[in-house]
């Protein structure tokens, strides 16, 4: 029989009277930070102390795509990571869970996502924005833009106050995301087939992707979501040393992030890290007074998330 799962937020804590924050925390042998978003989810098992074990992927667990199938990969990650470590796998109850996850700010999904924990000891769920953030600065005061898939901003202020920026959702969000540069690739596209647009090397690579003719195209629309038009995010990098069309997607998603920055610390004194794996190629084309204060991260979203269940379990401690 498992012990009796906790699971934890951030608000929670501030709110001993919370049920879900008040009864005892197990003791768990084993930590992992989650990092999940809507193309891959990422892992990072360690120790409770934080010494870091093994690692592992599996793949989305963004809550958009299903709170079920969230839970699958991320079990078939905390699978591969203790297989990494050359561990055999434990009960689940003998483990802390911290999950930086796409969605989890929708109240619904993350209630359902929780009321199906398959077991874990503890569970500390909070936004991948977040975890990024905390991962970014090691917990520390700083401004974070994660670009992947999708793409949200969040600040966390010396005084310990917290404000995100964008991060609503695709299609209407998730400005400079893998996402996002991929339904303005296939826009050029339909342009291009249209006639309203020059034909170039870019929109045949689209082209090609979605099938290699219009008739292929209307059916991939048909069945494309966020993550179907992130995968062509690869083709507007690779293409933009060619093409200005590319290189002007990528240029306004440099505008974008500065004005996500603008937005997130006015006072322009905080230090700004780019993250995810859009945040190289995107860095190229950021506007010159962004990019003199862009920082490398110090560590990525899972070991946020780590250092997001270890604040978790030692606030509990004291509540």
């Not at 990072?44 to 992927?57: I, M, Q, W, Y």
């Not at 969230?70 to 483990?95: R, Y």
């Not at 929780?114 to 005061?141: C, R, S």
Request: glycine letters at 12%; a negative charge.
């Amino acid at each position: 029989m498992n012990k009796q799962a906790e699971n934890l937020s951030i608000q929670d804590l501030a709110h001993p009277a919370n049920p879900s924050a008040a009864g005892k925390v197990p003791a768990c042998s084993y930590i992992i930070g989650v990092d999940g978003g809507g193309t891959g989810t990422r892992v990072v098992l360690a120790t409770p102390d934080g010494k870091e074990l093994g690692r592992g992927s599996a793949g989305p667990s963004g809550l958009v795509h299903g709170r079920d199938k969230a839970w699958q990969s991320i079990l078939l990650a905390t699978q591969e990571a203790f297989a990494s470590a050359s561990l055999d796998m434990p009960e689940l109850s003998d483990i802390a869970l911290g999950c930086g996850l796409a969605g989890i700010n929708n109240v619904q999904w993350a209630a359902e996502f929780v009321a199906i924990n398959p077991g874990f000891g503890v569970v500390a769920h909070e936004t991948d924005a977040y975890t990024t953030l905390l991962g970014a600065h090691q917990g520390k005061p700083g401004v974070v833009v994660a670009l992947g898939t999708g793409s949200v901003g969040e600040v966390l202020q010396p005084d310990g106050q917290r404000r995100e920026v964008g991060g609503w959702g695709f299609p209407v969000s998730d400005e400079a995301s893998g996402a996002w540069l991929g339904m303005r690739a296939v826009n050029h596209l339909q342009r291009v087939l249209d006639g309203r647009a020059t034909d170039n090397t870019f929109a045949r690579a689209v082209l090609a992707h979605c099938g290699g003719d219009k008739n292929a195209v209307f059916s991939w629309l048909a069945q494309a979501n966020q993550t179907r038009y992130a995968e062509i995010a690869p083709i507007v990098v690779r293409l933009a040393g060619e093409v200005d069309v590319a290189a002007d997607i990528l240029r306004e998603a440099g505008r974008e992030v500065h004005e996500m920055t603008k937005a997130l610390d006015p006072s322009g004194t905080l230090p700004i890290a780019l993250c995810g794996g859009l945040a190289a190629p995107v860095m190229r084309y950021l506007p010159e007074e962004l990019s003199k204060r862009i920082q490398l991260p110090q560590a990525d979203s899972a070991t946020g998330a780590l250092i997001l269940v270890q604040q978790c379990l030692q606030q509990h401690l004291h509540n």
